[in-house]
């Protein structure tokens, strides 16, 4: 056989490969009609007032109607005469803030999939919370409780702090289990702190990292190793380079399996001669930081400064 019909045979094997990988991809997401397309894929909008879930009363979960991921609960969605559905708050780590393209609102997306579902307004008043994301029906999919107990026993949270949350979440999104990662800001006293305040020490907030995880591949066990690995537990009001209030090492537990956990890694550590700094206490309201603090070093093409991997277990 000549060099030539080798170098065509391989090439058509070559194609067919990408063909073949780029169609099971798709395959991992709903198929979508030509309308939902052109919101979900082509970020438009619906006509306001047409939408199925706009006045919807429903107790249960909402989830994104390309790839099935949980993004809002019932208890959060508001009435706010807007004609799109509003909700006050979503499910952590399943919305993502990007920048619009006009320049001026913030546009959200389902963080599994990067599905366009609308945009997100803060500071209008309607609730307690401030916030206002204002969703497309179209872009979402209700899952009434009693068919969604299926579906929660196979996530759960996870919150930590060990300093810069860039170098946190850049080792954390390297997990395999780990769904999502979301860095912000809790444990403090004010609402909805900028980077700003945080920084100030003023507020009492730490820098944070909230990971949604699924149980049945990676456990809460072996993620608490890795934030114990992948910083200097030691180390008070800070974290390598970087001195300061808000980089303090913390475990914010979800419940009391996650605490009990936590607590024995420490005297683990302790057992080894750490004098371990990490204080353990229960999950508070956790702020998401703003869109450019997340996945930092993933859009910036950067590597973490002062966090670094070291096997302790």
């Known amino acids: 056989m000549c060099v030539k019909s080798i170098f065509v045979m391989t090439l058509s094997v070559f194609i067919l490969t990408v063909i073949i990988y780029s169609q099971e991809t798709k395959m991992k997401y709903n198929k979508l009609t030509p309308e939902e397309e052109r919101v979900i894929i082509h970020k438009g909008t619906e006509r306001a007032f047409t939408g199925e879930y706009t006045d919807h009363k429903g107790t249960g979960t909402y989830i994104c109607r390309q790839c099935n991921a949980p993004l809002y609960k019932s208890e959060d969605k508001f009435d706010s005469h807007c004609g799109w559905p509003s909700f006050e708050d979503e499910i952590p780590g399943a919305v993502k803030r990007v920048p619009d393209a006009d320049g001026r609102r913030t546009e959200i997306i389902c963080n599994n999939c990067g599905g366009h579902l609308g945009h997100v307004f803060l500071n209008e ?9 204002c969703v497309n029906s179209i872009s979402l999919k209700f899952i009434p409780n009693d068919a969604k107990a299926a579906m929660d026993k196979t996530t759960e949270s996870a919150t930590f702090a060990g300093g810069c949350f860039w170098g946190v979440e850049y080792y954390f999104q390297k997990q395999d289990g780990v769904l999502s990662t979301t860095v912000g800001y809790t444990g403090g006293t004010k609402d909805n702190p900028t980077y700003k305040e945080v920084c100030s ?20 066990e072996d993620l608490t190793k890795l934030f114990f690995e992948i910083h200097d537990p030691t180390q008070v009001d800070r974290q390598g380079p970087d001195i ?15 605490k009990a956990v936590s ?3 420490i005297k683990i550590l302790e057992s080894k001669g750490y004098d371990v700094a990490t204080k353990v206490v229960k999950a508070e309201k956790f702020w998401p930081a703003e869109d450019y603090h997340q996945e930092y070093y993933q859009n910036n093409g950067k590597q973490p400064y002062c966090h670094f991997y070291k096997k302790k277990f």
């Open 125 to 133: 008043g309607f609730t307690d919370k401030n916030t206002r994301h």
């Open 244 to 258: 300061g209030y808000q980089y303090r090492s913390m475990v914010f537990y979800h419940n009391e399996k996650q």
């Open 263 to 265: 607590e024995k890694l």
């Open 201 to 220: 020490g003023a507020t009492g907030h730490v820098e944070a990292i909230q990971v949604e995880f699924d149980p049945d591949l990676v456990s809460y």
